[in-house]
Each structure stands twice: as structure tokens, then as C-alpha cells.
């Protein structure tokens, strides 16, 4: 079966639909449904033969890295490693991420409790950007790296050119300590300032300080993606970010 009722008087999510406008076909129809089931919606449907996404999140992740990895090394012979990695930054952090599963129509398959259903703030960017790294997981383990990494380049590799454009990728901390030095003489510092969800799927936020002032505040899924949120949001509140 293809297709799952997600919630009483509620309709059936056609999972073959998402197969049909990405051009793809998967040989085990339960990974596909996998991928786009968060254990919130298991928590409220115990009674369902499903398995939540949080497996196939973490190898689609690790296929991720792989792909992009390997297209930044061949297309940039000439940079560093830096700046390879902070191209590779730019492309799979959570607003990229969630952008491109969004685009691909992943919302609409989404397998979640009517709580998180409910919420469409960042919450739902986070839970976007994982589902897009489960269903890389599970069209890896129906079809292998070849094909994964062709989805990959269909929906992420194209973005890196207004990466580019606008700047995106440049490291934010060290622009927002440079101009903070430059300007008052102060070195920003960074502190945790909570971290909310599962061990499996945590959110950073984290301030950057002027002294004792507090210039801003980012989130992440990591605290290093938490940070460079932190430091372009006090550029901007600082004026700095040109």
C-alpha cells in the first residue's frame, strides 16, 4: 500500500502523487512512506505498522555530505578547503534544506500529530529539512548513490550559484567579529542560550554578546549553525551586513 489516512475525517496522503511529480519510483513503497513519517504522528497513532524517519534522516544525511562534497571538489579544482566547506555550509543548512524539500513538494506528504500539523513556523522548517535528508535515506537504500545523487543535483546543486551571488556562504562570524573590532573595539562572544527537542533532532539557539550587551539571537540544528544564524542576525541589527 502507497497510501496512509493520516488522521480521522482527514484525507488519504497518496504517496505514489510524490513519486509521480518527482519522476521517481520506489521498489519498496514502506521506505517512501518512512521517509515522511515523524514520530510525533507514531506517538498519536500507535496502532500504525509504521516506522518513524529518524534512521533514514541520519544516512541521508551522510549521503548528503558525500554528494555535495564530491560536486564542490569537482567543480572548484582551485579553492581551499575553507572555502569548499563553507560552500558545502550554505547548501545543507535548515532554511536551504527546507527551501528545497518545500519546492519538491514534500509538504504535502508530511506524516505528522495534529500539533506539529498545526505549526507552520520554523518548527516546520526543521521537520522539512530532516524529511528531505530521510528521503535521500531511503531512495539510497531502494536505488543505491547514483540515482540519490542525480535527486540531489535536481533539487540542491543549482542553488549554489546565488550562494554565490549574494555572499551567503561567507562565514558570518568572522565578518560580525571583523566589523565589531574595527568598529568598537570589542570581539563578540556566543552563548548558549537554550536547546530544545529530542537528542535526535535538537535545536540550538544561541546569543552573540557585545560585552555584556545581547546583539542577537540564531537557532540551528547544530550550535555552529546556531552561531553563523547569530552573527548575521546582529550584522543586520548592527547595520554591518553591507
Not at 87 to 112: C, H, I, K, P, W
Request: glycine share 6%; net charge negative; with cysteine.
Amino acid at each position: 500500500m502507497s497510501d496512509v489516512k493520516c488522521a480521522k475525517g482527514m484525507k488519504t496522503i497518496d504517496f505514489s502523487e510524490f513519486e509521480k511529480q518527482s519522476d521517481i519510483t520506489f521498489k519498496d513503497k514502506d521506505l517512501l512512506r518512512q521517509a515522511f513519517t515523524h514520530r510525533s504522528y507514531l506517538n498519536e497513532n500507535p496502532h500504525k505498522k509504521l516506522e518513524h524517519n529518524e534512521r533514514l534522516e541520519f544516512l541521508g544525511d551522510a549521503v548528503l555530505e558525500l554528494a555535495i562534497t564530491e560536486y564542490l571538489f569537482v567543480r572548484f579544482p582551485q579553492k581551499t578547503e575553507g572555502d569548499l566547506t563553507a560552500y558545502r555550509a550554505a547548501l545543507v543548512n535548515t532554511q536551504m534544506l527546507s527551501q528545497a524539500a518545500s519546492e519538491a513538494g514534500m509538504n504535502d506528504f508530511l506524516l505528522l500529530s495534529k500539533g506539529e500539523a498545526r505549526d507552520t513556523g520554523k518548527a516546520r522548517q526543521y521537520i522539512l529539512a530532516n524529511t528531505f535528508e530521510a528521503v535521500l535515506g531511503a531512495f539510497y537504500m531502494d536505488q543505491g548513490y547514483a540515482p540519490t545523487k542525480q535527486f540531489i543535483e535536481k533539487n540542491l546543486f543549482f542553488r549554489l550559484d546565488a550562494i554565490l551571488k549574494d555572499g551567503s556562504w561567507q562565514d558570518a562570524k568572522s565578518h560580525f567579529q571583523e566589523k565589531s573590532q574595527e568598529a568598537l573595539g570589542i570581539t563578540p562572544s556566543y552563548r548558549m542560550v537554550r536547546e530544545t527537542g529530542p537528542d535526535h533532532d535538537k535545536r540550538f539557539t544561541v546569543g552573540v554578546y557585545l560585552g555584556k550587551d545581547t546583539v542577537a539571537e540564531g537557532e540551528g540544528r547544530s550550535k555552529q549553525e546556531a552561531e553563523q544564524s547569530a552573527a548575521r542576525a546582529a550584522a543586520l541589527v548592527k547595520g554591518w551586513d553591507k
